[in-house]
């Protein structure tokens, strides 16, 4: 029988697959997922919406009527053009294999989202990750050093950065956008949550590309993201996409959400209002050494050395899943990172945080 070692590349076998926590019966702080669902009228209407669906047709392939909806709501650029994905890790999948034999790398900070680097190394792209600064802000002379030298045919900027959120300085970005000789692809998946914004410039440069994800607003379930770039490299990228990626059900509950974009827009408040509240209240909690400041609906911090797995295990017995990124350890080593939930499940981590690091209230 022919096993996987003898046509797959050492590499791609040595890589865990891609891990998700079991949540059953947990108060849920580890996915950067928005924890409202539709109000009880919102979810009846959104039902009624989905009537007449035809699951025995294929879907518009191009997606049409959302690209349409999506470009009014999120004020897409005119001139730039939209490819819809089956959510961003897809987008990017099909970034990295448009250029996969160019012999040019993939470049990124680190830490950051991890798909970057293992969608580049699974097509057998090179991956240089450019370490942050000690506060996890870029490290600007040694992004822009790796730039001349490595000449990359992709540059991904997380902004904000995850696990980190910090929104990096967009001046800083805008130099790096000029200094890049191949495409930068900015991912603000966290756009919602974040004070800046370089959707209005996607496709000026024609190497600027925009990446959003509808997941963090609130639609984690339907999968939908778009990159907005010039035209030209739409076209040229729209060759790459599965034909009919995005299904009927989702492109139907899509127009239904930006319908009621306003419901979600104020429930994004509402988390962003939380983030300010439990970054204060962490900052006062003894044990908590560092607070990140952060432009996303998470929020990263640091426990007292050598306390970061406890305190995660603390958190679990006590029902709360948040996400250990300190495990591998290096520069994230006792860190941990929580989502920002409702607000009684807020109350719940920090009351459980403070026990957990020798603190009852």
Avoid at 74 to 103: W, Y
Avoid at 167 to 189: C, K, Q, R, S
């Amino acid at each position: 029988m022919t096993r996987p070692s003898e046509l797959m590349r050492p590499e791609v076998l040595e890589r865990a697959a891609y891990a998700v926590a079991d949540a059953a019966g947990l108060i849920k702080l580890d996915a950067m997922e928005n924890p409202f669902p539709w109000p009880g009228e919102l979810e009846a209407a959104w039902l009624e919406a989905l009537r007449g669906v035809e699951l025995n047709r294929y879907p518009d392939p191009g997606g049409r009527e959302i690209t349409a909806a999506l470009r009014a709501a999120h004020g897409v650029p005119e001139e730039a053009g939209c490819l819809l994905g089956n959510g961003s890790d897809e987008l990017i999948q099909i970034l990295i294999t448009a250029v996969q034999g160019s012999g040019r790398p993939v470049v990124s900070p680190v830490p950051t989202f991890v798909m970057y680097e293992v969608l580049a190394r699974a097509a057998g792209v090179p991956f240089v990750g450019v370490p942050l600064a000690s506060d996890f802000d870029l490290d600007l002379p040694a992004l822009l050093h790796v730039l001349e030298r490595e000449r990359p045919a992709l540059l991904f900027l997380a902004f904000p950065n995850n696990p980190t959120g910090r929104l990096y300085d967009p001046g800083m970005v805008a130099e790096l956008v000029a200094a890049n000789p191949g495409v930068t692809v900015i991912d603000e998946a966290y756009a919602p949550f974040a004070s800046h914004s370089f959707l209005p410039r996607a496709g000026t440069p024609p190497g600027l590309m925009v990446m959003r994800t509808l997941s963090k607003l609130g639609l984690a379930g339907l999968r939908l993201g778009y990159l907005a770039a010039s035209a030209e490299w739409i076209d040229a990228l729209d060759r790459l996409r599965l034909p009919y990626n995005v299904n009927t059900l989702t492109q139907r509950s899509i127009l239904f959400a930006l319908e009621h974009n306003g419901r979600l827009e104020q429930q994004a408040g509402l988390l962003r209002q939380e983030r300010t509240r439990i970054a204060a209240a962490l900052g006062a909690l003894p044990g908590v050494r560092r607070v990140v400041p952060s432009e996303a609906n998470f929020i990263l911090f640091e426990v007292a050395s050598g306390r970061g797995r406890a305190a995660f295990e603390s958190l679990l017995a006590s029902g709360i899943l948040i996400k250990d990124v300190g495990r591998s350890g290096g520069v994230l080593a006792d860190h941990l990172r929580v989502t920002v939930g409702a607000p009684a499940e807020n109350d719940a981590f920090l009351a459980a945080l403070a026990s957990a690091l020798g603190n009852p209230g």
